[in-house]
């Protein structure tokens, strides 16, 4: 079996919800041991308020969310309330090379886990804080959810018709942002740090790295001081450039033509139809544009998304499902990535688990082990890694440290 | 950290700083050479004679910002000679031609291997190198629709919308930047390079991910809800999340747990003040109130209240109280608004260029800044020759 590219690499993580967790799942999913601690006396918010649960029964061990988000890790439970749970988690770490938070900043030092602390102990340690707007500034300490946050870095205003209200995008779009730039900011840390030996605290705003991605948006208004808000599926560059009803309900096909020969192409591809005008040039084409709209959705309404996608891929115009989410389990591309895979679970049965959209092909993923059920794995790691006895683990256990 | 940037330039993070990046890519992944670039590594833009003709664009200022440009003619066998020499030393390649063109040009994954054995080598596409859709035209568009994006999100009674910038580039090079770092690190360790494949189709399902469960797990085919949550409540009650307020919008929903009671509460309890909660509603116990178990009907009355006081304020107004308040929302927005934020001006979140703020520095490591050391680079300003890329 081919070696993973991350074997060996050795992460504690605490926190719960998506930004923290998923920067570990792609570690685990790499190879690393991924250790996630959690509690009982707090569960995580994946566990118990974001459904779907298994038959639609609440619980903690039947949030798929929840599971999504923790293939192939190990999972152990610590009261960090009591000195020996923050004592054992401190353990956990002086063995570590990294750990991952995403508590409300303050959270880990109220714990006894703050940085300056565990790099006295510890100054290889890269610890990756991952929290809304960042350790410092005037709004670090303020609570929030990644839908509200991404309502704050500008994507919803960007999102929908501009004489409605905005509208959302389906969950925290900006934390798997704020995930994607968790992984790369933590591994370039680390490669530093085979060369000075010494580790850092590494502070990650999701809002900051959701700025990233509309910072187009930003750059034009100063440059411009043109606001761009939502606009339907218009395009400033493309005519048409939209979304079109097929045959059936609620099946819908892209559409967009980006210069004069792809129009040229269409208008062909369709039997030069009288509402598309041999006009060339963006603009007059975005003169009629609202004629163009109509003429191509009655053309494809006609049609099956199948018929439509054939005719203009023949065309070489840009033509894409709106593939809806039954769809993206039938789609050969994400098909042939194995973008979905199924994970046995002891209480669910099987869980959805999730591929990396990145393949390495000398060291691929292994997406193989379903997610723990609460300290699922605690005497494995505490007895098995840490080395504690029978004795005292129950002694411990009594005590509710593993709570 | 231990190392520094120049003397001369800001404090910032470097750690990334002993490798060179050879950028060969069109729009689909310049974010990830620049994500490259704002941890340190030297990333060499090649740009064809004249430079890239996007050039004047807002996103491509956005995204090109600290790389150095080399003009090279990958059309020309000494192009490609050149190319060839810089590949021999380069740490990584980042490309995102249409799949086989750079094997067609002699310059694939193969050749640069035998050359370079170390090179990580990183090609984003829009559905990946194989397979029925591999070599489709594809855009912002219909990457946001492949990648199921698109059907989540806008109105009921109108098509589904994509998000008004585009987005799919920006997906594909964030995560091919991480796999290029995971290969990397394993490339440390071994010394074998490895040639990572990205798909913006495919980067875009962490986007969504909650979406599609539903239909894996219980037959439920999400559905585009305006400025609803669905999904959120057991009852199937769609949870308000944008609302109107005197200079725009807000977002805030009556979610459940500890910290959504609370918030709930909070608000609840700032209406109070200001004699807006109805009469129906005085005896609620918000501390108690779960979004997500609660029936329709009490989820109506308690929206229909919050509508009518968030309607009374500004955006401002809104997130100056809920900071007071620890209520979960924010303002809905604009470009204007991020460019006056008090935390973004704080953490210095902004890298001036040219008189234009670039948003920059989403991590500090040890309180120092991921930000690029130069601006936005002039056409061929590394020129045509290696000596003066390699500095030698």
Known sequence: MRPRALEGLKVVEFGGFAAGPQVGKHLADHGAEVIHVETRRRLDGFRTNYPPFKDGVPGPERAAMFAMTHNDKLGVTLNLKTEAGVELARRLIRRADAVIENFTPGTMA????????????????????????????????????????????????????????????????????????????????????????????????????????????????????????RDGNRDPGAVPHGVYPCAGEEVWCAISVHDDREWERLRRALGYPAWAPPRSGLEARRSAEAAIDRGLAEWTSRRSREEVIARLRRARVHVAPVNDMRDLFADPQLERRRIWRHLTHPVMGEHLAVGPPFHLPETPARIERGAFLLGQHNREVFCGLLGLGEQEYRTLEREGVFD | MGDLAGQDGPLRA?????????????????????????????????????????????????????????????????????????????????????????????????RLHRLNPRLVMTSITPYGPEGPWATAPASDLELMAAGGAVWLAGDPDRPPVRISLPQAACWASAYAAAGTLIAHHHRAATGRGQHVDCSAQASLIPAIVHAPIFWAMEGILPHRSGPFLVGRNVHGAPMRNVWRCRDGHVSFALYGGEAGRRSTAALFGWMAERGMVPEALRDVDWQGFEGPVASPEQVALAEAAIAAFLATLTKREFYRGAIERRILGYPVATAEDILADEQLAAREAWQELDGVRHPSGYARFDGLPARPASGIPEVGELGWHVAEVSGD
């Not at chain 1, 968790?182 to 502070?203: F, K, N, T």
């Open chain 2, 14 to 110: 470097v750690p990334l700083a002993p490798y060179r990046v050879l950028d060969l890519t069109t729009e689909l992944g310049w974010l990830c050479g620049k994500i490259l670039a704002e941890l340190g590594a030297e990333v060499v833009k090649v740009e064809p004679p004249g430079g890239d003709l996007d050039r004047d664009t807002d996103a491509w200022r956005a995204y090109n910002v600290g790389k150095r440009s080399l003009v090279l003619d990958l059309d020309s066998p000494d192009g490609r000679r050149l190319l060839l020499r810089l590949a021999a030393s380069a740490d990584f390649l980042v490309e995102s031609f249409p799949p086989g063109h750079l094997d067609r040009l002699g310059l694939g994954w193969e």
């Open chain 1, 110 to 229: 109220r714990l006894g886990l703050g940085y300056e602390t565990l790099a006295r102990e510890h100054p290889e340690l890269v610890l990756l804080s991952t929290c809304n707007q960042g350790q410092t500034g005037p709004h670090a300490g303020h609570p929030g959810f990644g839908t509200h946050l991404t309502a704050m870095s500008g994507f919803i205003n960007l999102t929908g018709w501009p004489d409605r209200d905005p509208s959302l995008l389906w969950g925290p779009y900006i934390d798997y942002i704020a995930v994607a730039y968790g992984v790369i900011a933590l591994l370039a840390a680390l490669d530093e740090r085979r060369r000075s030996r010494r580790g850092c605290h590494i502070d990650l705003s999701q809002y900051e790295t959701g700025l990233q991605f509309v910072a187009p948006l930003l750059i034009e208004y100063q440059r411009t001081g043109r606001l761009r808000e």
